[in-house]
């Protein structure tokens, strides 16, 4: 051995002893804290998402009555998209889709509850069964961040399974509170006690707030999962008042509503300047979005009522395929690494953001895992991006959404969107419509008939993504004598209000559309 060598091979050994000696007295732990000094670029990644939330619920996608400052403040500071869009048209595909990265075929979560909620048996075709929670096998974006070194948590609405396999405390997250069914007087899992006149916006906030003190040290991965703005539409009476009086615009006009959307929008505020009094601005990417559209739009096309709110231009809402039911409001800002007062037109997906975030934390993708998404990273840094430009984007929707009255929000259809163009293929009957988008956002002109080749091509598409992924259909059925006569379902307003009859009693249920 030369003397060089030996010297190498003496300092090689006091490492050894020395990590060796680290790993005697301190256990994981400081190893733990160097695996993470290591990689110290690694942004903190704020998700806040609200739940059902319309496109045009917010001051800066355009609404004029709905006011919200700290989240118009952070699409000016950061990148706004026009065209982002949600998996499913309801909460739990969305937030399947979200944490999985994978489309509904999949996680089997294409709707909320079972197919039992609504009564297909009226109708032509038999829906595909619902996996109503989170299938074990699937890693979460949770476990592929905490993997890389990430402290993670969620509080909040989680909707994939509370029981203690399926609830995110198991699921990759180190910390987890779920909350949903009411804004007041809540119950949490677990179950943690608060002043009596909570607000559950508020109680969240708290608690990502924090959160975000006690990591600020260390990468972070935060879920701030509003169950706001859902039904039951509940509000804080100081903020109802702001409302009382002002002059309703564009299907815009209830002070409650209005006063749900502003104890989001302060919930933006808290974190925002959490981060900013920590110094963590430069460091984390926050992003706010929604689960799916906006509850509105419905009577105009001729469905029974239950709207809360307007998503026009858009057509339809939560529940349906049509834009207003899956374009949402996203927004991503991170001083210094993505431009201020961006908007960007790229369409973009539910399964796009766990691939996304696993690039800018510098995490490997899950070994023998397939994410369905791109990751657009670099759109987000540099504002463009090749490969997003023409890509396609699906939907699949093998279920039933009633809307009481006889009428429904969406009966099973298959969805395509690519560059401007959008093809819907209803399962019932075969029908086709199809729609450019970048001309008639409102889809409004079934260009059907005016464009058979396009039509043909897009349907090609879709098909051969269904074949791929191995998409179940619905099956053929005989609707059962007499059958027809039968409602679909008790009118939202009714059926809300026994919902809340039943939540006092017992745990917070699925039930929403
Ligand atoms: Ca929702």
């Known amino acids: 051995m030369t003397g060089h060598n030996s010297i190498i091979a003496r300092a090689t050994a006091r490492v050894l002893a020395t990590a060796f000696y680290i790993m005697l007295c301190c256990g994981g732990q400081l190893l733990f804290a160097e695996a993470q000094s290591a ?12 739940d059902d939330l319309g496109y045009t619920d917010l001051s800066c996608y355009g609404s004029k009555y709905y006011e919200t400052p700290n989240i118009d403040r ?7 998209f026009t065209d982002g869009y949600t998996a499913g048209p309801n909460c739990q595909p969305t937030r399947a889709a979200l944490i999985s990265g994978q489309y509904g075929p999949r996680t089997g979560v294409y709707t909320v509850g079972s197919i039992e909620r609504f009564p297909w048996r009226t109708r032509t075709l038999r829906p595909v069964d619902n996996v109503e929670k989170l299938p074990l096998e699937k890693i979460t ?26 609830h995110p ?30 607000y559950l916006a508020d109680f969240l906030t708290d608690k990502a707030i924090d959160f975000i003190q006690r990591h600020a040290k260390e990468p972070f991965f935060l879920c701030l999962h509003h169950f706001a703005v859902h039904s039951p539409h509940e509000a804080k009476q100081n903020l109802i008042q702001r409302f009382e009086g002002k002059p309703p615009a564009d299907g815009h006009n209830s002070p409650v509503y209005a006063a749900m959307i502003a104890s989001v929008d302060e919930s933006v505020g808290r974190v925002l300047a959490t981060l900013q009094e920590l110094g963590l601005d430069d460091k984390t990417l926050v ?3 929604s689960d799916n559209g906006g509850v509105g739009g419905y009577e105009r096309l001729g469905i029974a009522g239950g709207s809360i709110t307007d998503n026009a231009p858009l057509r339809g809402g939560k529940g349906m395929l049509y834009e207003g039911g899956i374009r949402i409001p996203y927004i991503f800002r991170w001083p210094g690494k993505i431009s201020a007062g961006k908007v960007c037109d790229v369409p973009i997906h539910s399964v796009d953001l766990y691939p996304t975030l ?52 969406t009966t099973p259809v298959g969805v395509v969107r690519q560059g401007d163009w959008k093809l819907l293929e209803f399962f019932e009957d ?64 009714r059926a809300q209000g026994r919902r809340q009859q039943v939540k006092r009693q017992a745990q917070p249920q699925e039930t929403e559309e």
């Open 39 to 50: 990689a110290p670029g690694k942004p903190n990644l704020v998700v806040i998402l609200a």
């Open 74 to 80: 952070m699409a000016a500071e950061g990148m706004r």
């Open 141 to 166: 974006l949770a476990q592929a961040l905490k993997q890389a070194g990430y402290a993670t948590g969620l509080f909040g609405k989680w909707h994939l399974g509370d029981d203690p396999q399926h």
């Open 169 to 198: 405390g198991a699921r990759g997250f180190d910390e987890a509170i779920t909350s949903m069914g009411q804004h007041f007087n809540f119950k949490t899992n677990p179950p943690v006690s608060y002043p009596e006149g909570t």
């Open 287 to 289: 992003i706010f979005t």
């Open 358 to 409: 696993l690039e800018l934390a510098g995490a490997p993708a899950p070994k023998d895992y397939v994410l369905d998404g791109v990751s657009y990273a670099r759109l987000l840094q540099t504002g463009s991006q090749a490969d997003l430009s023409n890509r396609a984007l699906f939907w699949h929707f093998p279920g039933y959404l009633g809307a009481g009255k006889g009428t429904w929000r």
């Open 430 to 493: 075969g029908h086709l419509e199809l729609y450019n988008l970048r001309e008639d956002i409102g889809e409004e002109k079934n260009l059907a008939s005016q464009f058979p080749e396009k039509v043909a091509e897009m349907h090609a598409l879709l098909k051969k993504w269904r074949e791929e992924i191995k998409a179940p259909m619905p099956t053929p059925h005989t609707p059962e004598a007499g059958a027809q006569a039968r409602q679909p379902d008790t009118p939202p307003g």
